[in-house]
Each structure stands twice: as C-alpha cells, then as structure tokens.
C-alpha cells in the first residue's frame, strides 16, 4: 500500500490498517489521528511533522523511522520497536510506551512528558534537553523496569518522574533537572550527575557508586542507606539531607555543603571532607575512620557516639559541636 492509498482510504473514513505493509512510506506532514497501525510494518517510514495523537501503535515496526516533529500525543505505544529511529522534537506527551525498544533512538527535546515507560528499552538512547515530567519508569515487580542503560540525557527534565527501581548505571545525566524525582532503588553506579539539581529527590537505597555529582544540588533529599562509595561530590549542596546509614567511604566531599544534614550511623570512612560546611549537621554514631575533616566546619554539630580517633581534625570549627563523649565544645 503505498501512501497516496492510505490517505485516501483514511479520509473516507477507514480507520484500521493492522499488520500492513508501510515499509519505507513517506507521509510526511499526513493528517492520521487516530489511526490503528497495530502491527503495521513502518521500518524506514518518514513520518516527519505528521500527526499521530491517539493512535494505536502497538507491537508495530517503526524502526529507523523518521519522526522529527511528529505528533505522538496520548497514542497506544505498547511494545513497539523506534529501534534508530529519529524522534527529534517529538510530542508523545501522555504516551503508553509499556516495554517498547526505544535502543539508540534520537530524542532529544522530545516531549515525554507523563509518558509510560515501564519496561521500555532506552539503552543508548540520546534524550538531551527532553522533557519527561510525570514520566513513569518505575520498577513494577521487577517486570517493568526501564532500562536507561549508556543512554545520554543531558539537561533533560525529569522532575517528579518515577525511577524507582531503573537501570540507569552509566548514564549522563548532567545538568539535568532532576527535582523530586523518585529514584529509590536505582542503579546510578558510574552515572554522570554532575551540575544536576536533585533538590527534594528521593535516593533511598539507590546505588551511586563511583558516580560524578560534583556541584550538584542536594537539598533536602531523601537519602536512606544510599550507597555513594568512591563517588565524587565536590562542592555539591546537601544542605537539609537525610542520609543516615549511608555509605560514604572514600567519598569526595570538599568544599561541600552538608549544613543541617542528617548522617547518623554514616560510614565515613576514608572519605575526603575538607573545607565542608557540616554545621548543624547530625552525625551520631557516625563512622570517620581515617576520613579527612581538615577545615571542616563543625559549628553546632551532634556528634554523639561517633569515630573520630582516626580522622584528621586540622583547624576544624568546633564551637558549640556536641562532641563523641556527650559534651559540649567551647
């Protein structure tokens, strides 16, 4: 069938065209809102600036599709393949993406927002300044899991999406506005952070090993028994977090802002900390073995119970600090 056909049969009012053969079609510009494509073979279609809003494309074939500017609003997405596919500037706001393969696919400033993505494959993917506000990601039963694995999403805007759960190990997401996102449980080990604003976010349990979040912004997040070990923190901005339990050793934090943070029973250990701001902060029966506190500003910090026979305490503020034996510094 080829494109001159589908409009015509489409403007006379069919609305069906399951499992056709469109390899290869060019509707640029084509007004098909609403059309069913279910199964439809679409692999190298250009649909550029087309219109798509509710569609139904389901398990249909749209791999190295061209689909710059394409109208993709609320349409039924469930397990199709945009394998390669060029999504530059896409709207799919509102999309069911469920368990589609979105590998190596062009989105950058694509609209996803609310979009779901559960279980969708974006491996390697390019998202750059993409929004995907109220996307859903999240780990359902461990089935539907999204997998973001080496994807590229720089400056994108993920605020108050849900990634509870996703694979998002060595993915670039710097510069990226992150605010209140639910990451509990990730996997962020290597991922690129840096100059990310994560105020407000939740990173419960996430696994940020060895990743970059130097000069990133922190504040108030919700940190339980996050695993940071080896990350690079520079001058990133804690201020307000919680983060008691968390794992911490041989972790970067120079010059860091951790003002009012809640640290009890951190692990510490080995982690560099000079010339951060810990005023305020709580850090009861925290680990600091061998952690290096040169310049560090304890001022009305609780460190009750803590371990500091080891650390390097060289020109530390301590004034009105609740030391390990209970007392209280001059």
């Not at 504040?219 to 307000?240: D, H, P």
């Amino acid at each position: 069938m080829d494109a001159q056909e589908l409009i015509r049969r489409y403007e006379t009012g069919e609305n069906k065209f399951q499992g056709v053969n469109l390899s290869g079609i060019n509707l640029l510009n084509a007004d098909l809102i609403g059309i069913d494509l279910r199964n439809a073979d679409l692999h190298g279609a250009t649909l550029i600036f087309s219109y798509l809003s509710r569609a139904q494309l389901n398990k249909a074939n749209l791999r190295d599709a061209k689909l710059s500017g394409t109208n993709l609003n609320q349409a039924s997405m469930t397990g199709v393949d945009l394998h390669n596919a060029d999504l530059h500037g896409a709207s799919l706001q509102g999309a069911n993406l469920r368990s589609a393969d979105m590998t190596l696919a062009t989105l950058l400033d694509a609209n996803l927002i609310e979009a779901d993505l559960r279980g969708s494959n974006l491996s390697g993917a390019n998202l750059t300044g993409a929004c995907l506000r109220g996307a859903n990601l999240r780990e359902e039963k461990r089935i539907y899991t999204a997998n973001l694995i080496g994807a590229i999403l720089c400056g994108v805007d993920l605020q108050g999406a849900d990634l509870k759960g996703a694979d998002l190990s060595k993915v670039d997401m710097s510069g990226a506005n992150l605010r209140e996102v639910n990451f509990r449980g990730a996997d962020l080990r290597g991922a690129n952070l840096s100059g990310a604003d994560l105020s407000g976010a939740y990173l419960t349990e996430a696994n940020l090993k060895g990743a970059n979040l130097a000069e990133s912004i922190l504040k108030n997040a919700k940190m339980e028994r996050v695993i940071l070990s080896g990350a690079n923190l520079t001058k990133v901005n804690l201020q307000g977090a919680v983060m008691p339990d968390a794992k911490l050793d041989k972790t970067e934090l120079s010059q860091s802002n951790l003002s009012e943070a809640r640290l009890n029973r951190a692990d510490l250990s080995r982690a560099n900390l000079r010339n951060s701001d810990l005023s305020k902060a709580d850090l009861i029966e925290a680990y600091c073995a061998r952690t290096n506190m040169t310049g560090v500003n304890l001022t009305d910090a609780n460190l009750s119970r803590a371990e500091l026979s080891s650390a390097i305490l060289t020109w530390v503020e301590w004034k009105g600090a609740i030391m390990p034996d209970g007392s209280e510094h001059d």
